[in-house]
């Protein structure tokens, strides 16, 4: 699916900004007609529920409106006109003035209107946006919906994070020509000095069709004719993690002369390959060090904001991280453009995270219901978490920073039904993209003995808290059980392992000479316990902590205004651990880090902690 861009054939729009907003009244009136009567405004993009003091807005369980006035610039006449919203969350109904021209379900993925036939070019035109949060065992992420004594809607799920709601990305009004190019798919190779771009298009109506290559300095190095086909090209500038080069490939239809539609997508040449246990970019192994993220921040929520997405990647930078994870949903747009000009390497992950009723089963991990079954998880979901992979697929499948598909966090692996569920989903992925590695992260409950999905996949994620969760302030004991767990996955399927989530809460300012948890030198020395331990495994090909920054979630006595597992505070202040990640990142570049390489970079100003953690905290 083509991202709106403007081009010498197309024009853009951005509708960001106040719209009136209202909370749906339980009778609310369907289908949706006539002006919103109401006193609040609400920002596009931002998620909705911090914004207001009234808890009910907040707690809200159903449908939201969104309302604002649109103008159709006069000069598109004879163009198609849409609209396209980059997120609706987690379900989104639009309305060109009384007419429903589009519904989608699926909260992180982008859908559009063509709205054509509804609207005049020069005039206005009302556009409402009804946004539901309710998740369902038929959503992705999935979750219930209970009823309070006293009749009020409560929304249940299964993942910690707070279900922020609303629109929390931008929307668009763009045209397009009528015979237009519908989309557009890139894959590279590299033979010898060579870049092998391999192209193909599809668009409305058969004409013929133009593609060229452009480089960096504006520079056209390689062209050629229809929908399909290969371009060569000369002394290639790869894409690298930490040093980004981009090309633009602009397609052309045209008709003799006559160019009838135009669209430019950057792409990056790179190649991808797991081999053995090793994770290869560009045929080199590559060593994955940086964070599981979320989208979130005070007041706006889940919205998107390019004020964070630069201080974040500055942050990325200081602190030697080379990837992050899309923890736990696909990011918006603007954020795996940013990684792919800036060379940062991103796996890509689906909102296919809760689908385990373990989780909340107590130390078995075995729920009260499996977790896959009729009543439970079932055909249904399946269908859901199948159509969301084919819509992160389409969305993302052209930028050279994500290297891997992440298709599900903690799932009941280990439990009956696994294995009939995700194999058809790893299929389907296969087909969708060929190239990237499939991945998935492991919930502690599912070991190497008794996973049943593991081999279906090329890199085993795993996701672990010995010294938090379990042994807690115990991190001799911790240790042996982590080394222990990871060398069983390893020997058991002879693939990739990297650590998808280790982590531990911290509440900046807490200090303790002891292994005290809570306190930053403990998550100092939790951090570097774990470290012993992955550079003592040779098939280790990386470690995302959990979490880049602390992180709002649903209440809980485990809380305490959110999850604390950030290495950064929500505001993005550093915890005495990032300095410690910073000393074993710094200067990596990609490759392992052994013993020897976990010295302070000379401009790190020494702490008491920080002393603490190089020593080995012990
Ligand atoms: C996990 C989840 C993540 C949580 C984290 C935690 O295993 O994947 O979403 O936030 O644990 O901190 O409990």
């Excluded at 080069?245 to 003799?256: A, I």
Aim: proline share 5%; hydrophobic share 35%; charged share 20%.
């Amino acid at each position: 699916m083509l991202k709106p861009r403007p081009t010498t054939t197309r024009e853009l729009v951005n509708l960001d900004g106040l719209w009136r907003f209202a909370v749906a009244d339980a009778d609310v009136r369907e289908p949706w007609t006539g002006t919103l009567e109401t006193q609040l405004e609400a920002p596009v993009p931002a998620s909705y529920n911090d914004l207001f003091t009234d808890q009910k807005i907040r707690d809200h369980v159903g449908w939201v409106w969104y309302q604002r006035t649109v103008r159709v610039p006069r000069g598109w006449a004879g163009e198609r006109v849409l609209l396209r919203l980059d997120a609706a969350t987690h379900e989104g109904k639009v309305y060109v003035d009384d007419v429903l021209v589009a519904r989608h379900v699926g909260g992180y993925t982008p859908f559009e209107a063509d709205i054509t036939d509804h609207v005049t070019p020069g005039g206005e035109f009302r556009l409402t946006v009804g946004v539901n949060n309710e998740l369902t065992s038929e959503t992705i992420p999935p979750g219930s919906i209970t009823a309070t004594r006293d009749g009020r809607r409560q929304q249940t799920y299964l993942h910690d994070f707070y279900n922020y709601a609303g629109l929390a990305r931008s929307v668009w009004l763009y045209s397009k020509p009528r015979r237009h190019i519908s989309d557009i798919t890139i894959v590279t190779g590299v033979i010898g000095q060579t870049g092998i771009v391999d192209y193909s298009v599809t668009a409305s109506h058969e004409t013929g069709v133009r593609v060229c290559a452009i480089d960096a300095a504006g520079h056209e190095v390689a062209t050629a004719h229809g929908s399909s086909g290969t371009l060569a090209i000369d002394s290639v500038n790869l894409w690298q993690p930490g040093a980004a080069y981009l090309y633009d490939l602009v397609v052309e239809l045209v008709e003799g002369n006559e160019v009838i539609d135009s669209y430019t997508e950057p792409f990056g040449v790179r190649t991808l390959e797991v081999r053995g246990t090793e994770f290869l970019i560009n045929g080199k192994p590559f060593y994955f060090t940086g964070f599981g993220k979320h989208e979130d921040t005070a007041v706006r929520g889940k919205g998107h904001d390019n004020a964070y997405l630069v201080h974040d990647f500055q942050l990325l930078d200081w602190v030697g991280a080379n990837s992050f994870r899309t923890s736990h949903y696909p990011y918006a747009e603007e954020v795996l453009e940013f990684a792919d000009r800036h060379g940062i390497v991103v796996v890509d992950e689906t909102a296919a995270v809760g689908l385990n009723l373990g989780v909340q089963g107590g130390l078995t991990g075995i729920g009260p219901k499996p977790t896959f079954s009729p009543e439970t998880f079932n055909h249904e979901t399946q269908a859901a978490h199948a159509q969301h992979l084919r819509e992160v697929i389409a969305r993302d499948k052209n930028h050279p920073s994500v290297v891997m598909w992440s298709i599900a966090n903690e799932p009941a692996s280990n439990e009956e039904g696994a294995r009939e569920f995700f194999e058809p989903l790893v299929k389907l992925a296969r087909e969708l993209d060929p190239t990237r590695p499939l991945t998935y992260a492991a919930v502690m409950f599912a070991t190497f003995q008794n996973d049943k999905i593991a081999d279906l996949f090329d890199v085993l994620s795993i996701n672990r808290y010995y010294g938090w969760y379990v042994f807690t302030g115990d991190l001799a004991t911790a240790e042996q059980y982590l080394e222990a767990d990871l060398r069983g996955w390893v020997e058991a399927f002879g693939k990739p392992v990297m650590m998808s989530e280790y982590g531990a809460d911290t509440m900046p300012g807490q200090h303790s000479v002891w292994d005290m948890p809570w306190s930053e030198e403990y998550q100092q020395s939790y951090l570097t316990m774990n470290h012993r331990v992955f550079d003592r495994i040779d098939a280790f090909i990386g470690e995302h902590v959990w979490n880049f920054a602390d992180f709002q979630t649903s209440n809980g006595i485990h809380r305490v205004d959110g999850n604390r597992k950030g290495i950064f505070t929500r505001d993005r202040k550093p915890k005495a651990a990032a300095h410690t990640l910073r000393a074993r990142w710094t200067g990596l570049a990609g490759t392992k880090p052994s013993a020897n390489q976990t010295a302070a970079p000379d401009n790190e100003k020494t702490t008491t902690s920080s002393v603490h953690a190089l020593e080995g905290a012990k």
